[in-house]
């Protein structure tokens, strides 16, 4: 469970490195949030609560979470409610998995745009998945989509991503039935990747036209730039289709409220050099070693720093909140299927967590009897950083 306490964390390597990194490295007010969140995540600096046992006297100090989307301490609770109320809105059929991802030409012209760019990359990716299923001679159909933006690979480089979450059928026009997908397949690879580079460069060109994107100081004009994104084939990663809900949900729930880096992947921070765990997808996943210096381990863990305000999780289409009470009811009406009742809603955070992990966070692991009451808080004032 990543919310454990591990022997050495990312808080660790941040304060371990603290001064030589700020020292030569300027971060923007997003980053430096996220930098003073995560290192004083838990820690007296945010404060918390003491609670005494009713029974036996015990008693123990717990400080506050940061609760910083960037945090490998503070997404684990999240993840789970996301995950719960996510069940309820998706019909117990078949999904596909789809991942959008960008060429490389494109990444330093994304990174100084991020706003605007990671938004183009949400509505590109869905128009292009929308008119390839509305088309008769795929699906022919309205489907939906559950989008997660990642901007990292397994090393921290920058690898800007969608990974899509999409039915296997949808509403046929005039909304009188369900239309399932074929079994094996959701759409041809080949069209809707075609498909999304078109509409991503139509896109991206109206955003450089008005000015709200800006162009690289490497690259002189967007005719430049455009040669270089039809140099290679773009290609849309497809899966194979899941079995139901739970076994997508569950899926999905590994990429949503995850950060680029997990404190179990840490190995040791010695001589400035910090050690690490990663999985070598071009052997199968096997796992190996890498150690970076501090300071570029640092910088990478911050360039996947997302925006202030920036949704990383998008809804489309039937599954799209503004759909949730009329084209998705009746997508559960013509299924002939219930839709699945959150058991977290509206829940106090420690009941939550006794749910999920069968611990009762109130009984006193002292006497095993008594119930641990709140005592007092307390609190420091937040310290900046540089």
Sequence with gaps: MENTRQNLELSDVLSNHRKEFLSVNKLCPEQKKAFNAITNCRTSILGGHSS?????????????????RHCPKCQFLKQVQWVDRLRAS?????????????????????????????????????????????????????????????????????HPHLHLIVPAGGLSEDEME????????????????????????????????????????????????????YAKNWVVYADKPHAGPDKVIEYLGRYT??????????????KGKISFVYKDYSMAGLKRKMTLGADEFIKRFFRHVLPCGFYKIRYFGILAPRNMSTKL???????????YFPKLQGLPILEVLQLVTGIDP???????????????????KYIETG
């Design 329 to 339: 009811a009746l997508c559960f009406t013509l299924l002939n299927k219930t839709a």
């Design 257 to 270: 409220n995850r950060v680029a880096f997990t404190n179990s992947r840490l190995l040791s921070d010695e």
């Design 178 to 229: 369900w239309i399932h997908s074929n079994k094996k397949y959701l759409l041809p690879v080949k069209v809707l990747s075609g498909v999304f580079r078109g509409i991503f460069t139509t896109m991206l060109e109206k955003a450089i036209i008005k000015q709200e994107v800006s162009l690289p100081d490497d690259v002189e004009s967007f005719a430049q730039l455009k040669s270089k994104m």
């Design 52 to 68: 005494k046992c009713d029974s036996c006297g015990h008693q123990h100090q717990s400080y506050n979470s940061c609760r910083n």
């Design 362 to 380: 109130f009984l006193c692991p002292h006497c095993q009897k008594g119930r641990m009451l709140a005592q007092s808080i307390w609190g420091n």
């Design 90 to 158: 998706l019909p117990p059929i078949k999904y596909f998995h789809l991942v959008f991802t960008l060429p490389q030409c494109l990444h330093k012209m994304l990174y100084i745009n991020q706003s605007v760019g990671y938004s183009i990359l949400f509505k590109a990716a869905w128009k292009a998945l929308k008119n390839c299923l509305a088309n008769p001679k795929f699906l022919g159909a309205q489907s939906g989509a559950v989008a997660v933006l990642h901007t990292w690979g397994q090393t921290l480089t920058y």
